[in-house]
Structures are given as C-alpha cells and as structure tokens.
C-alpha cells in the first residue's frame, strides 16, 4: 500500500492519501519560529498501516526543512518523535535559546 503525504497549507494539515483518498491527517499551526503538532487523526481503516508513521515523519520533516521547532502537542506525534531519536532534536523543548 502506497501512503502519499501532501502538504495542504489551506487546512493547515498534512493529509495521508491512499489511491487519493484521505486516509489520516496531521494538523499543525506553523509560524515563523515555531510548528505545534495539536491533533493527528488516522481513518480506523488504515490503522496499523503505516499511514500515521507517514504523516509524522512527513511532518517533521517539513519542520527540519525549515528550520522550524516543534511543539508536539498530539500525543502520537510526541510518541512517535520518542520512538525516532533522530526527530528529537528537532524538540521545541529540547532547542537551547540566545538566554542559555
């Protein structure tokens, strides 16, 4: 099964699409110094498939793109950042500040 993963800025959410039917989304509220992942939501059909795992890495990696924090505030994509080490970094609270 092929999960495409697109960027829809006008929703303000990632959307997983599977044969271009939306199969989960990952909402986001993106400013200039920051991205807050609030809420991930993945059809009951496609659970376990993959499709929630393609739109966190989606997702962050649009944020590592540019260069943004993130804010997980969803609990899968705070979770899945977890299980990924290498998406820490990327951490909001994990990013030190000109203070430090």
């Given at each position: 099964m092929a999960v495409e993963v697109v960027d829809v800025a006008e929703r303000g959410r990632f959307e997983a699409r599977v044969d271009g039917a939306v199969a989960g989304f990952a909402e986001y509220l993106r400013g200039d110094n920051l991205v807050v992942y609030p809420h991930t939501e993945v059809d009951p059909a496609f659970e376990g498939k993959g499709v929630g795992g393609a739109l966190a890495r989606a997702a962050l990696e649009d944020a590592r793109t540019r260069?943004?924090?993130?804010?997980?505030?969803?609990?899968?994509?705070a979770a899945w950042m977890r299980r990924h080490p290498e998406y820490l970094e990327l951490a909001y609270q994990n990013r030190s500040t000109a203070a430090d």
């Open positions: 260069g943004l924090p993130v804010l997980a505030t969803c609990p899968f994509i």
